[in-house]
């Protein structure tokens, strides 16, 4: 199956400055690599803060100015300008922002959703469109005169999703969807990316609830201090992690509290910190002498899974 959207190898730094006119440059997020396809949900699977929503921000061309981006974002195959970004966003990518927020304050909800028309016409077609997606998601008539103030979080979180439906799209990025939800309204705002899944659209869930990338991904990567250190099937995360690969993966999956909250020392190094070796480095317990000073590669391990750990690449 062809991919719908590739990363490789993207980094995103911005111009900081220090003291007086002093400038650095501050890395958020260093050679990060996924790819996703059609009828998939590829969670990416970060702590609070890590840099995960940049990657959203990357894909849509809205990074602020002061921002550096190196590194391909392809979409079907051809690798994206700034005005391809600018062309796609909204119609075949399309994104399910983290925050109501995003809800127009002063705008009936159903102008919201249908947005800009041309002519009367469209905006009729866009009409009749935006009341079946509304119907299948539970949105009756009246909820289109309604302001976001008057929805309560289920119906606001509805009317994200139904809006970026509305487009159509090929692939949708989710960022941080769920925070803040109760456990009602989460487990019914899954439901909705699994209904795109089933519909062939690829979806790509940004997040730091491990339970929600485990309840409907079938490919999680896991971020860590700017990297994807691994990407791991959804099934890999049973037993006792034994198909986990990387170190911190495991760490993760037994700090679970179903697994016995097995907690590790240490913490992520801090944005600017400068890491010459694995990033993992001094909390791994299986570590080699070249990872102190080293960096691996994702390495391709089969069966659509990848792992950034020299044990894999040295074979043993």
Do not use: W
């Amino acid at each position: 199956m062809d991919n719908l959207l590739e990363v490789e190898n993207v980094s995103i730094s911005f111009i900081q400055y220090t003291k007086g006119l002093n400038q650095r440059d501050l890395k958020v997020i260093t050679d990060l690599t996924l790819d996703i396809s059609e009828g998939e949900i590829l969670a990416v699977l970060g702590s609070s803060g890590s840099g995960k929503s940049l990657l959203a921000h990357a894909i849509f061309g809205i990074l602020p100015g002061n921002a550096n981006l190196n590194g391909k974002i392809k979409f079907k195959g051809k690798e994206l300008s700034q005005e391809d970004k600018e062309e796609i966003r909204g119609k075949n990518i399309v994104l399910v922002p983290q925050s109501v927020n995003f809800l127009d304050p002063l705008m009936k909800i159903s102008d919201i959703a249908i947005g800009h028309c041309d002519s009367e016409e469209e905006r009729k077609e866009k009409k009749i469109r935006q009341r079946e997606i509304f119907e299948h998601y539970n949105l009756d008539p009246e909820v289109d005169d309604m302001y976001p103030f008057q929805l309560s979080g289920g119906m606001a979180r509805r009317v994200l999703v139904s809006t970026a439906l509305l487009a159509d799209p090929d692939l949708v990025v989710a960022d941080e969807p769920t925070p803040g939800l109760d456990e009602k309204t989460v487990e019914e705002t899954l439901n909705h990316f699994k209904h795109m899944k089933d519909q062939g659209i690829g979806v790509l869930l940004i997040t730091h609830d491990i339970h929600a990338a485990l309840e409907v991904a079938d490919r999680i990567g896991i971020f860590y201090s700017g990297y994807v250190i691994e990407i791991a099937l959804k099934e890999d995360f049973s037993g006792d992690g034994e198909n986990l690969l990387h170190p911190y993966t495991k760490s993760l999956f037994k700090a679970l509290p179903a697994n016995g909250f097995e907690v590790i020392k240490g913490h992520q190094p801090l944005h600017g910190e400068i890491i010459k070796g694995c990033p993992y480095y001094d909390r791994c317990d299986m570590k080699f002498d070249r990872c102190k000073e080293e960096r691996p590669e994702l390495v391709d391990v089969g069966n659509n899974k990848k792992v950034r750990c020299f044990k894999y690449e040295e074979g043993e």
